[in-house]
T-cell receptor, first 114, second 114 residues
Framework: KNQVEQSPQSLIILEGKNCTLQCNYTVSPFSNLRWYKQDTGRGPVSLTIMTFSENTKSNGRYTATLDADTKQSSLHITASQLSDSASYICVVSAGSGGYQKVTFGTGTKLQVIP | NAGVTQTPKFQVLKTGQSMTLQCAQD?????MSWYRQDPGMGLRLIHYSVGAGITDQGEVPNGYNVSRSTTEDFPLRLLSAAPSQTSVYFC?????????????FGPGTRLTVT
């Protein structure tokens, strides 16, 4: 069964500090991994996407890494801002071509405080 | 572009009532989908459509109906609401169901069934 597990469940950090969120998956055959940011009361918005051959992808202060051998990904946030307060969701796709099975993690709720 | 819009934002129903959640997109996307998001669980796919006139079931389709008469609109119908359908519902659209293309999510509808 395809599974995506994220840790920690929640995290509180001071503004300006860095943090790293983790995602472990058991999905086969792996197609791609995407990180989403979901603000409270809003829909998810894609931050990065990585395929099997990519091991790092950046989007501003967000850097995602992928280790396809250990089936782990991380999202590193640099110099956090209050606007980074949100849930971060790891999403892994299995399969190829027309139909892909997409599995969503439960998310890490990040709170950045002044 | 408005992107993906959903109405209503909030809805309270009594058990047994029916209603339709509206979803529209103005990006000319072929692929549209409905998800539900429950506390402690990842988003789960209810129904999806790969084009006008074509729909299919996702992971949790029971109790829901969909139709796709136009490219723009993809309404979700609850036939006889049950408390287990209390959830936040997200509509999404994408150029393709290939998950390498970004999915754009609407703002969500928060539904409570009493």
């Amino acid at each position: 069964k395809n599974q995506v597990e994220q840790s920690p469940q929640s995290l509180i950090i001071l503004e300006g500090k860095n943090c790293t969120l983790q995602c472990n998956y058991t999905v086969s055959p792996f197609s791609n991994l995407r990180w989403y940011k979901q603000d409270t009361g809003r829909g998810p918005v894609s931050l990065t996407i990585m395929t099997f051959s990519e091991n790092t992808k950046s989007n501003g202060r967000y850097t995602a890494t992928l280790d396809a051998d250990t089936k782990q990904s991380s999202l590193h946030i640099t110099a956090s801002q209050l606007s980074d307060s949100a849930s971060y969701i790891c999403v892994v796709s299995a399969g190829s071509g027309g139909y892909q099975k997409v599995t969503f993690g439960t998310g890490t709720k990040l709170q950045v405080i002044p | 572009n408005a992107g993906v819009t959903q109405t209503p934002k909030f809805q309270v129903l009594k058990t047994g009532q029916s209603m339709t959640l509206q979803c529209a997109q103005d990006m000319n996307h072929e692929y549209m989908s409905w998800y539900r998001q429950d506390p402690g669980m990842g988003l789960r796919l209810i129904h999806y459509s790969v084009g006008a006139g074509i729909t299919d079931q996702g992971e949790v389709p029971n109790g829901y109906n969909v139709s796709r008469s136009t490219t723009e609109d993809f309404p979700l119908r609850l036939l006889s609401a049950a408390p287990s359908q209390t959830s936040v519902y997200f509509c999404a659209s994408s150029y393709s169901m290939d998950n390498s293309y970004e999915q754009y999510f609407g703002p969500g509808t928060r539904l409570t069934v009493t």
